[in-house]
């Protein structure tokens, strides 16, 4: 079965600042997805950015982008030039297929001012 | 805006008392999933429906049933709510094609059992 373990249960970075969120995983396949979801207070959750194993290339969406090693089933997050509306309950998930998502435990980031 | 509506938002009920919450949406994904969240934990998927076709995870409690009558619309039954039952749990819809399995996420409908 696959496993995600994010390591870091809180996380907190200045404003402006750059952050690094970490997730590794567990898994036998070959080709899957991976995407980080971003959970605020009392807010449904939103997809920040996602990764295809098949692709080298680590994605990028404006100030949100990912390091993926597939050899070492590492997949983090770095947020460039971190806003105060960055700060929320971030998730690691790999994807099953038609049966969801495999969620980690989360990191809660929070943004000093 | 198409989107996935959670109802109600916040449920409080007494041990032992059935209570169903419910999920629509208007993005006609064919695939409708179930997530219990408690605090400070991971979501846990509990079941989905892909098209008409329910699939129950295996550690999923009896205590927990799902309809889905139609493409919009996904309910979920907890028959004899218990203390450790309260929990958000979060509704979430996809459309299941080539390429990544996307889910758009609802707000949420909390849980209190008392």
């Known amino acids: 079965a696959q496993t995600v373990t994010q390591s870091q249960p809180e996380m907190s970075v200045q404003e402006a600042e750059t952050v690094t969120l970490s997730c590794t995983y567990d898994t036998s396949e070959s080709d899957y997805y991976l995407f980080w979801y971003k959970q605020p207070p009392s807010r449904q959750m939103i997809l920040v950015i996602r990764?295809?194993?098949?692709?080298?290339q680590n994605a990028t969406e404006n100030r949100f982008s990912v390091n993926f090693q597939k050899a070492a089933k590492s997949f983090s997050l770095k947020i460039s030039d971190s806003q105060l509306g960055d700060a929320a309950m971030y998730f690691c998930a790999y994807e099953r297929g038609a049966d969801g998502l495999t969620f980690g435990k989360g990191t809660h980031l929070i943004i000093q001012p | 805006d198409a989107m996935v509506i959670q109802n109600p938002r916040y449920q409080v009920t007494q041990f032992g008392k059935p209570v169903t919450l419910s999920c629509s949406q208007t993005?006609?994904?064919?695939?409708m999933y179930w997530y219990q969240q408690k605090s400070s934990q991971a979501p846990k998927l509990l079941f989905h429906?892909?098209?008409?076709?329910?699939?129950n995870e295996a550690d999923t409690p009896d205590n927990f049933q799902s309809r889905r009558p139609n493409t919009s619309f996904c309910f979920l039954d907890i028959r004899s709510p218990g203390l450790g039952d309260a929990a958000m749990y979060l509704c979430a819809t996809s459309r299941m094609s080539a390429g990544a399995n996307v889910l758009t996420f609802g707000a949420g409908s909390r849980l209190t059992v008392l």
């Open positions: 990764q295809e194993a098949y692709k080298q």
């Open positions: 993005l006609n994904h064919n695939v």
């Open positions: 429906y892909y098209d008409k076709d329910f699939n």
